[in-house]
């Protein structure tokens, strides 16, 4: 395993655009999650309210409720991490990078696991920084009341772990099945932010509406993307004293394995039989 993380370490040490888009995401992440304190202030200055409520009362970052406040944020973000592996895969693919390490007697199978290790990697740093991201703001802005309750509901940050690793492994699947990395990267893009988003909101609507079978509302919840968005669901109906879902639902955990599961298998399947 120490041999392959080094491998890995040294294909991309000195690749600009993994460190662009490594940098771009943990950006990003930092100032939206961190930032939603500052907005809310900025919309008390506008004069907002949310019926008659002053926005900078709202405990976005109250302990134990900010774990499930800020992954959910984060997860838009997590395709500038899929992009790493799409461009850096398609890049040894295109310079024969990939071939020569199995030549060199990597295996296909240390090969996947490499990558895999490289995925897992991304996605530590990535649950880490919302980790941090979360103590610091809670520290400062939580209400002394929530302090005793500072590690309660971090297995949010699990599912968030859970959900970067599988989409990753779904950009892996997908850039070793088409080997285009633009191609890839446009209809990931498309796949996560518009297709299914269309087809959830198109299922929600009563089964007679569009003639569509009662049962595709529940088959729609196993799509890949939806599942994902599953593990941790919207969070800031609360604040408008609606019922929402704050735990982790181990069945929607499950769906996600199996997509994992398929991902890992489908990868190492085009790997074995494909012409390299």
Known sequence: MKRLLQIEWLKLKHYRPFWILTGLYA?????????????????????ADF??????????????????NITYIATYFKIFLAFIVIITTANEIINKTLRQNIIDGMGKKGWIQSKLLLIGGLSLAATILLFFIGIVTGLLLSH???????????????AYFLEVFTYLTFALFLILLIRRSGLVIVGLMMYT???????????MFPPNEFNFPAYTYDLAQLMPVRALNNLIHVPYHRYAFREIQDYISLKEVFIVCCWLVFYVSMSYLILRRRDL
């Not at 950006?27 to 004069?47: A, D, E, M, R, Y």
């Not at 008659?52 to 499930?68: E, K, N, R, S």
């Not at 002394?144 to 699990?158: E, K, Q, R, V, W």
Request: net charge negative.
């Open 27 to 47: 950006l990003l992440v930092t100032l939206i999650c961190s930032g939603v304190h500052f907005f809310l202030i900025f919309l008390k200055n506008q004069g």
């Open 144 to 158: 002394p009341d929530g302090y005793p309750h500072i590690l309660t509901s971090t297995s949010f940050l699990f």
């Open 193 to 203: 932010f518009a297709f299914e988003p269309f087809l959830g909101v198109l299922f």
């Open 51 to 68: 019926r008659g409520i002053d926005p900078t009362i709202i405990p976005f970052y109250d302990f134990p409720d900010v774990w499930q």
